[in-house]
């Protein structure tokens, strides 16, 4: 496995460093993500059993990841508050914690975390299940009866992903910044009443946006990157692993890039 892993970052980073191949692929997953946005529509209209994998893929993409998710953001709001409340009771700046909750659990790491987690466990399912379907000659078995795999296959993954990026990163977000109310009775015992309204007064409508539009963004990069390194092997079985391998590193690659690009231009355009 580790091999494998190994393997699929020096492909990416080759791809990358080939300007004709990495142009190529640029402008192919582009045309990919213009074609399935294209197929959205006729798939709400039309498509009854793309339903049924729309609602398993947040199952297991939302549902499924409850847990981790939970434990992730407890940790991460107990941490703020354990980091973050002595070093602002030394300046006499304890209302600041509302802002550093907000600005690291909803604005930075919610929308990321909770990327990486669904990197971790739905890119790798999803390429190397239709990969799968590729070299079993599913795929081609659904294009002579003339069904679209791009509205079949590709519409609902990227719907399913990119709702359940969302939802998942609101829960944490609730958590997060739920449980750091229990760590800060430990420092300064206040009432929930204060606490929420603490955070309500520090919480904007701009800092809510941004971080649903990381998700979207994180969503579609995750789905859409899964469905094209599925769709790309050939006939070997030997590639359904390394199919999914790709999808997971190049998703952790861009989701970091996008991540860093949408904070710089948040803080250059609206702070």
């Known amino acids: 496995m580790s091999i494998l892993f190994w ?30 946005l294209a197929g959205v529509g006729s798939f709400i209209r039309n498509s009854k059993t793309s339903f049924k994998i729309l609602i398993m893929q947040i199952l297991f993409t939302f549902v499924h990841a409850l847990g981790i998710s939970t ?58 299940e239709i990969a799968g379907m590729v070299v079993s000659h599913e795929v081609e078995a659904y294009i002579s009866v003339g069904i679209d795999p791009i509205e079949h296959l590709a519409v609902p993954r990227f719907l399913g992903v990119t709702i359940s990026l969302v939802l998942l990163n609101i829960y944490f977000s609730v958590f997060g910044l739920a449980g750091s109310y229990v760590i800060a009775q430990f420092f300064n015992r206040m009432s929930i ?13 701009k800092s809510i946006l941004f971080s649903i539009i990381k998700s979207v963004s994180f969503g579609a990069i995750i789905s859409i990157g899964a469905v094209i390194n599925g769709f790309s092997v050939e006939r070997a079985s030997t590639e359904v692993p390394v199919a999914g391998l790709k999808a997971v590193t190049s998703a952790f690659a861009l989701c970091i890039v996008v991540n860093v690009f949408l904070s710089a231009l948040y803080y250059i355009v609206l702070a």
């Open 7 to 36: 393997s699929a970052i020096v492909y990416n980073i080759n791809t990358m460093l080939n300007p004709v191949n990495a142009l190529n692929k640029i402008f192919y997953n582009l045309g990919f993500f213009a074609r399935t």
């Open 71 to 128: 434990l992730l953001a407890l940790a991460i709001g107990a941490a703020v508050n354990i980091i973050g409340m002595p070093f602002l009771s030394m300046i006499s700046q304890q209302s600041l914690i509302y802002s550093l909750l907000i600005l690291l659990i909803t604005r930075e790491l919610g929308p990321l975390l909770t990327a990486f987690i669904v990197i971790a466990r739905s890119a790798t399912a999803i390429a190397t």
């Open 193 to 205: 009443e204060s606490y929420f309204s603490g955070l309500l007064q520090n919480l904007s409508l």
